[in-house]
């Protein structure tokens, strides 16, 4: 049985670019429920730790640069099988590869610029749910 968790962040392209109330409408257009929600924005310390796992890539620093240049919404949502569910509904990385109707085809502009996060797997879902929220913030 697939974990009932996952965690997103719309990214600051598409904040920036106004499209933050038509990608949460989607979500739960696709039976997603919100049980934690925040604006913010990331520290340069707070962007290198969540995407530690790219550290020796070549776009390792435009990727810092990219995700602190403005503010994100980061969201954990619920739904059966969320982690395989949310990856179908954002589309492949690169917005060029990106099924149409998904929200990286609606709204991404570039691969880097990608419009949202969603958590790979259900350990690493659970452990950013609680990179981002504490214990009173969800419900
Ligand atoms: P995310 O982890 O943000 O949900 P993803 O799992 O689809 O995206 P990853 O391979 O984990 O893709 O890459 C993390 C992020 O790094 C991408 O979403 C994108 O913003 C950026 N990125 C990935 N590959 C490239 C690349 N070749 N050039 C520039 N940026 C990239
Ligand atoms: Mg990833």
């Known amino acids: 049985m697939n974990g ?73 949502l619920e739904k059966d099988n969320a982690v395989l569910d949310f990856r179908e509904i954002i589309g492949a990385t690169d917005p060029k590869n990106a099924a149409a109707g998904t929200i990286r085809n609606l709204y991404a502009t570039s691969i880097e610029a990608n419009a949202v996060h969603g958590s790979d797997s259900d350990e690493n879902a659970a452990g950013e749910a609680s990179f981002f929220f504490n214990a009173f913030e969800r419900f």
């Open 4 to 76: 009932k968790i996952t965690f997103t962040m719309i990214k600051p392209d598409a904040v920036a670019n106004g499209h933050t109330g038509k990608i949460i409408d989607h979500i739960i257009s696709k039976g997603f429920k919100i049980v934690a929600m925040k604006y913010t924005k990331l520290s340069k310390e707070i962007a290198g730790e969540f995407y530690g796992i790219h550290r020796e890539r070549p776009f390792f620093n435009d990727l810092v640069a990219y995700m602190t240049a403005g503010t994100i919404v980061a969201m954990v």
